[in-house]
């Protein structure tokens, strides 16, 4: 049930090139809050900016009510949120979205890639997969070195590849350069990034089960305005905010 928090920014650093982590203080449990969801906030104080701009969970301490997100600098709104301090309030949706079934999943191995900021929801993923006692290889793409965030993180969790694009960093290429290089085995595949990303990976695996999770830009962020809706394979659609922005890899047509 999405309900609406009033959180207080307990810390807001930044992590890669005008990338930032901010760790966001609950009043509530954060118990009921799936890998895969996003949070919904409220830019400003006032009615200046309207749309709420939705950031994914990159972890959550539930033991002291603590929701990590990482997010980039895009524009006026993430600008905002990446000058607040400690202590300032936070209005937010939570948890918004669907999240990856993995409680429905019967696993061994995972395969986890995701590029730029779709990395983040990868991590808390991660962590309740090998809590489940999956083990995880992560295929992880950035554009530059300077945008690589979390690879230690990652690799606490188990084996790690990072790609960039420009070669500045780890492997020269995307993320599915890397996926043909080491043929990695594993029983589903999770995947978070950029449509193009998605595409490719989708393409890639095919033959294998999976799950995505798109980034769009959204508007009401709880079903009600139709600014996210995307073509799905029985012949309908669906909206990222409401019905995702986890899908089965064979839901939907990305564009
Ligand atoms: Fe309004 Fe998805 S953002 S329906």
Not at 80 to 108: E, F, V
Not at 116 to 140: H, M
Request: hydrophobic share 35%; aromatic share 10%.
């Amino acid at each position: 049930m999405i309900r609406k928090a009033n959180l207080t920014i307990a810390h807001n650093e930044k992590i890669a090139k005008s990338t930032f982590l901010m760790h966001l203080l609950s009043e509530e449990s954060t118990l009921d809050i799936q890998p895969g969801q996003f949070i919904h906030i409220k830019i400003g104080q006032d009615h200046t900016h309207m749309l709420r701009r939705p950031i994914s969970i990159a972890d959550v301490d539930h033991s002291n009510q603590i929701i990590k997100i990482i997010f980039k600098t895009v524009g006026e709104g993430t600008g905002y949120l990446s000058k607040q301090k400690t202590g300032d309030k936070i209005d937010a949706l939570l948890p918004c979205g669907s999240s990856y079934p993995i409680d429905k999943l019967t696993m061994k191995h995972a395969l986890l890639i995701g590029g730029g900021i779709g990395v983040p929801p990868l991590y808390y993923l991660a962590k309740q997969l090998v809590n489940r006692g999956v083990s995880v290889t992560s295929i992880l793409g950035f554009q530059t070195a300077s945008q690589v965030f979390f690879e230690e993180e990652f690799q606490a969790l188990g084996k790690v590849y990072i790609a960039t694009n420009d070669g500045s960093y780890g492997y020269s290429g995307f993320v599915t350069d890397i996926y043909q290089a080491i043929q990695p085995s594993f029983d589903y595949y999770f995947s978070c990034g950029p449509t193009p990303m998605l595409k490719g990976v989708t393409k890639e695996l095919e033959d294998k089960p999976g799950y995505i999770s798109l980034e769009e830009r959204m508007g009401c962020g709880v079903g009600a305005c139709f600014a996210c809706v995307l073509p799905s394979r029985d012949g309908g659609y669906k909206k990222i905010c409401q019905h995702g922005p986890v899908f089965d890899a064979n839901e939907v047509i990305l564009a």
